[in-house]
């Protein structure tokens, strides 16, 4: 039997939350949650959420060093006059959060996540 460093087999924040199909399920309980908060109901009024659902997986997907599938606008295009707030912008982070938290994902993924959340604020908030 040979022995394997685990530090040698480093794997993406993608991988860490179980590739397309750990995504997946993270994306669809995560709309769940935002799709039913009053806080962030008026940004997801009259939205396709089965096609924001695919679009999201894909942006998450190569946000997370997973297979670069994602053809869509660019955030700042993408949330233009949307008028999302930094108070919206922080809850959507927070559900996403607890909703990996809740799958079973590592604290210190969830926390990596954030960091790569965090990063993309400017591109989000507008109001």
Known sequence: MTSQNSESAVTTIYEQLGGNGGVKTAV???YN???????????????DISRLRAHQR????????????????DLTEAHAGMRIT???FTLVCDHLAETL??????????????V??????????SA
Do not use: H, I, K
């Open 116 to 125: 790569r959340l965090e990063a993309l604020r400017a591109s989000v908030v």
């Open 28 to 30: 669809t309980v995560f």
């Open 101 to 114: 938290g809740d799958l079973g994902v590592a604290p210190d993924v969830v926390a990596a996540v954030g």
């Open 33 to 47: 949650r935002v799709t039913t908060d009053d806080a962030l109901a008026e940004w997801f009024a009259g939205v």
């Open 58 to 73: 894909a942006f998450l997907a190569a946000a997370l060093d997973g297979p670069q599938l994602f053809a869509g606008r």
């Open 86 to 88: 930094d108070d919206a």
